[in-house]
């Protein structure tokens, strides 16, 4: 397993490489998550880097502890991450494209025909 942009710090891509596990339906609610031993192995990275990753899901409450036992995801996590990703991300990065099409003087149907363009390359189409 290997993480990969060197822009962003390791703990946070970390954290979103469980994110995504969360919202692709590998960890579900209740199931224990990695440690940040067996994280730091994973991604070969310190353990205190790996555990300020599960901090970050600690601090949003997509995980929680249970002394003893280690770390667990959330009631709701994927839900939460769905909502946060889709109306947070997404949407500044859509609001980001379109304010791009105007400025490049490109109509709604072109920059649909782009969109699904990009979905047929991904194979989603």
Do not use: C
């Not at 397993?1 to 995504?20: K, R, S, V």
């Not at 199931?31 to 730091?40: E, H, P």
């Not at 889709?86 to 782009?114: F, M, W, Y």
């Amino acid at each position: 397993m290997h993480l990969q942009d060197g822009q962003i710090p390791i703990y946070i891509q970390i954290a979103e490489w469980l994110e995504n596990e969360m919202l692709e339906g590998r960890l579900s609610a209740n199931d224990k998550v990695f440690s940040q031993y067996q994280l730091a192995e994973k991604f070969n990275v310190n353990p205190a880097t790996a555990g300020k990753g599960l901090t970050i899901l600690l601090e949003k409450e997509l995980v929680y502890k249970k002394r003893g036992l280690g770390m667990f995801v959330s009631e709701g996590a994927r839900d939460k991450l769905f909502d946060e990703r889709t109306h947070h991300r997404l949407g500044s990065k859509v609001e980001d494209v379109v304010a791009e099409a105007i400025r490049l003087n490109i109509g709604e149907d072109q920059l649909i025909r782009l969109i699904q363009r990009a979905y047929e390359k991904e194979g989603l189409s």
